[in-house]
């Protein structure tokens, strides 16, 4: 792999403080719902709180802040920056 790639993970994968860029979705059911939320591509995206058990997620995207749940970020690709 290219030392200038960047890795994606899923937005499920972020601990608490972490910041990452949007950079693609899986397919899914809930897709639109979440490009509607402002989960676009390039968007950047900080996860601000992860449920003790680990469900759901607080993140902060477009300005605002968004309860997901962590089955809906694993269908997020993002890349740390």
Request: proline share 5%; glycine share 6%; with cysteine.
């Amino acid at each position: 792999m290219n030392v200038l790639e960047e890795k994606s993970l899923r937005l499920s994968q972020l601990h608490t403080g972490q910041r990452a860029v949007i950079k693609d979705h899986e397919e899914s059911d809930f897709q639109l719902a979440l490009m509607e939320m402002g989960c676009v591509p390039g968007e950047p995206v900080w996860v601000e709180m992860v449920a003790p058990l680990g469900d759901p997620l607080a993140i902060r995207i477009a300005g605002y802040y968004l309860s997901i749940r962590k089955q809906d970020a694993e269908k997020i690709l993002v890349t740390l920056s």
